[in-house]
């Protein structure tokens, strides 16, 4: 099992940016696929962006070009930049250790590992 602690989330105007971080309690590095996930109210956990062991990202869609997810040997990030009203909720940080071609489309049901999430709020 591996504890996650997320951070950085926090209220921003369209259009601006925010870094979440995801301390987790082990080496997560070169032994686990990491991704985030979001979930707004009354909406299922959907995919975000993740990061297998051998550091190749995968990004969902709505996503693509605007967000970055990076990791060092015990700490996930996700770089957001442009958001959008459509980007708030709650954003979750998840490990699991999937092989890299499980990785990039394992959905949230899959992963055992979780943190306690960090609310992201895009509003004028």
């Known amino acids: 099992q591996v504890q996650l602690v997320e951070s950085g989330g926090g209220s921003v105007q369209p259009g601006g940016s925010l870094r979440l971080s995801c301390a987790a309690s082990a080496d997560t590095y070169s032994n686990y696929c990491m991704a985030w996930f979001r979930q707004a109210p009354g909406k299922e956990r959907e995919g975000v962006a993740s990061?297998?062991?051998?550091?190749s990202e995968n990004y969902a869609d709505s996503v693509k070009g605007r967000f970055t997810v990076a990791k060092d040997k015990n700490t996930l990030w996700l770089q957001m930049s442009s958001l959008k009203p459509e980007d708030t909720g709650m954003y979750y940080c998840?490990?699991?250790?999937?092989?890299?071609?499980?990785?990039?489309?394992?959905?949230?049901?899959?992963?055992?590992?979780w943190g306690q999430g960090t609310q992201v709020t895009v509003s004028s």
């Open positions: 990061i297998d062991i051998s550091g």
């Open positions: 998840a490990a699991e250790a999937f092989d890299p071609a499980t990785c990039g489309h394992a959905s949230a049901y899959e992963y055992s590992n």
